[in-house]
């Protein structure tokens, strides 16, 4: 997992020093315009994205989404699904160019869990429509199909302010990291060098500009299966470590756990997210 940057951790330190993030140069991004800054956050340790679902209204609290181990108040542990945690946590919202122009904050942890994916999903003070009135900033919106192998995408820090180029190279059956397991992740090509503090960053379809999955670990050292070297299990059992790896959690599944007025229904027809 990538370091959450300041955040105060006991059990695990999560992938990444954090301290120099000139040190991972991402390769020449695509000539795509439709990726930028726009509707990206920053939080006090990692980062993240106001985001939307395909029926979403304007008028719908707003809901802004990072990793399950970005969570304030600790890791999720292994079969842990925290919904309706109360939250005041602050989130910087981020403009085309990457500068902040406001600060927006939350009141609810709406989903949060390090089973099967690696996702917070908080809800805000304020709705859609009066973040595009006040600062001309749409939310991203969250793709709900499956993504493909080979598309060119950008995973974008608002923490750090800027983004890493590459392509989904195919996805993984099971990701192991310590005591966690991520099913279906994506994993990107090598151009896509993400560091500490990239954690929770929207990875966004170049030809769309849809999110299709939440930016979350990487292998830093070759180890297997270990903390901050999370290893690749396919169906049958077998192991592959990728040195230098980094990977995603997809997000199309998503969707279907919201119903009108971006309200949690983890019972809704379709929704397969771990439930309590």
């Not at 992938?15 to 930028?36: C, E, F, I, L």
């Not at 904050?105 to 390090?114: E, I, L």
């Not at 089973?115 to 900033?137: E, F, P, Q």
């Not at 180029?165 to 994993?187: P, Q």
Request: glycine share 10%.
């Amino acid at each position: 997992m990538k370091k959450p940057l300041g955040a105060v951790v006991t059990a695990l330190v999560l992938a990444g020093s954090g301290a120099a993030p000139a040190v991972a140069a991402s390769a020449p991004a695509p000539a795509v315009t439709a990726v930028n800054f726009a509707g990206t956050v920053s939080l006090s340790n990692c980062s993240g994205s106001v985001i939307r679902f395909p029926n979403s209204a304007d008028t719908d609290p707003a809901l802004v989404m990072t990793n399950g181990h970005c969570l304030e108040t600790g890791f999720p542990e292994p079969g842990e699904v925290i919904t309706g945690q109360s939250s005041s946590r602050t989130f910087g919202l981020l403009n085309s160019a990457g500068t902040k122009v406001a600060t927006l904050r939350a009141n609810q942890v709406v989903y949060s869990t390090m089973t099967d994916t690696d996702v917070t999903i908080y809800r805000l003070t304020t709705t859609y429509s009066a973040i595009k009135s006040s600062y001309g900033i749409s939310p991203l919106t969250v793709q709900d199909t499956h993504p493909t192998a080979g598309t060119a995408i950008t995973v974008v820090s608002g923490y750090w302010k800027r983004t890493y180029a590459c392509n989904i190279d195919g996805f993984v059956y099971r990701l192991k990291e310590g005591d966690w397991t991520w099913k279906d992740s994506v994993r990107y090509t090598s151009a896509c060098q993400t560091i500490g503090g990239t954690s929770g960053s929207p990875v966004i379809d170049n030809a769309t500009g849809k999110v299709v999955a939440v930016n979350n670990t990487g292998n830093e050292d070759g180890e297997r299966c270990t903390e901050n070297n999370p290893c690749e299990v396919d169906a049958n059992g077998n192991v592959t470590v990728r040195e230098g790896i980094n990977y995603a959690e997809e997000t199309y599944q998503i969707p279907a756990c919201f119903t009108t007025g971006n309200k949690l229904n983890l019972n809704a027809s379709g929704c397969v997210l771990p439930k309590p």
